[in-house]
């Protein structure tokens, strides 16, 4: 029986702490706390760019038993400091033979409404996992991820109550060594907002936000266009 | 007509320079302006995700480095080709950083397009997207998340024709390029 003692959460958002990928990846991880696992936690962006730290993420990810990649999706795909995270772990793997079975999986966010625009990111990550010769448990997708905005799940309180329960179940199976069970990622990907309402509601979210900045009526200047 | 070769080879991926030479002749023997950014080295932050280019200072991006005149390039070309190692079906992050720092050039408000919601266009004209994966030996699973990629991002930034094509290692580097300029031919007659 292979051990399952220490879970990595990786944190791939630029906003850190206050990112939504922290939000569900802070979730899962109290509750992985709670069945006993030592958690340790990394923010990528911080770690791709200097040598000392860039050795620093590759010990996190060596001692780990379990790997929790959350993250946001940029441009149907996963963050530029993930991707080099990604190729500088594999780069790493390859230089050895790694003698210890290790998990790993994905949580893709995104701030469309739908979850399902997240399965490309999910997919380059399985393949990732699939190269560095990780066992591959699940991947989780999220969509409607503004209306979380950063903030705690507990605090979000019933708007994500099914996200919340899904992230239960996978805890359990994955403390155990198990895959995520499909009913966590189906609960987990349900949808928690009605899009027509994220849709509109989004638009008016962003012209406040401008009108805040004084440039409510220059939102769609187009300073590139060859024609000024 | 202008074409934009974003060339997102990786440290260690010197031997790109042969293909990436005879697409550059290919296009400017059918009369396309071209320009080819080596990626690896201009400099280029990591977007912050803060969203000030869309309610703070619309169309562009607050990072005062070589992004923002990648994503004027981006905006001001017909066709763009996205030259990359494929990277776990993805794109390498070289070519990703500049990828990221597209989003100035799109609207924050959502629309439906195809069944989803994405963000409305900033500009009314858009670039073509061929999209160039390179590959050590073949491998379905990654390939097929390649090109499955490379849609998604035409229906995101609005391309009016998009292709994808990969190149494995293993390939006759003459069938490739023969290859490629029957989609250029394609891409020539839609754009």
Sequence with gaps: MSNNNKALLLIGSPKGENSTSASLG??????LEELGMKIEKGFIHRLVNRE???????????????????????????????????????????????????????????????????IIALQICRIFSRDCGFV???????????????????????MVRNVIKGLDIAAHALKDGK????????????????????????????????????????IKDTPYSLTI | MKALLLNGSLKNDNDFNMICSSIVELLERDGFEVEQIMLKDIEVAACQGCFECWVKTPGQCKIDDDGREVARKMV?????????PIIFGGYSSELKKVLDRFIPTI????????????????YKSRSSIIAIGVIDKPDEEEEATFK???????LNMGAPVHEALVYNKTQNEEDFISGFSNILKRVEAKT
């Design chain 1, 26 to 31: 802070n979730h899962l991880t109290s509750r």
């Design chain 2, 148 to 154: 499955e990629l490379v849609y998604r991002n035409s």
């Design chain 2, 76 to 84: 001001q070309s017909n066709l763009i080709i996205h030259f990359s």
């Design chain 1, 52 to 118: 000392e730290t860039i050795q620093d993420l590759i010990r996190k990810v060596d001692s780990a038993d379990l790997i929790i990649l959350s993250f946001p999706l940029y441009v149907d795909s996963l963050p530029a400091p993930v991707i080099k995270a990604m190729e500088l772990i594999k780069e790493e793997r390859n230089k050895f033979e790694s003698k210890k079975s290790q998990n790993f999986i994905a949580i893709s966010n995104n701030g469309f409404p739908e979850a399902s625009q997240n």
């Design chain 2, 107 to 122: 609207l924050p408000f959502f629309t439906k397009r195809n069944g989803e919601t994405h963000h409305k266009y900033r």
């Design chain 1, 179 to 218: 895959d995520i069970p499909q009913e966590a990622i189906d609960l987990i990907s349900k949808k928690f907002i009605p899009y027509t309402f994220y849709r509109v509601f989004g638009n008016l979210g962003w012209r406040l936000q401008a009108r805040k900045y004084g440039v409510k009526k220059k």
């Design chain 1, 136 to 158: 591959w448990k699940g991947g989780i997708v999220v969509g409607g991820g503004g209306a979380i905005n950063g903030i705690p799940l507990q605090e979000r309180g019933g």
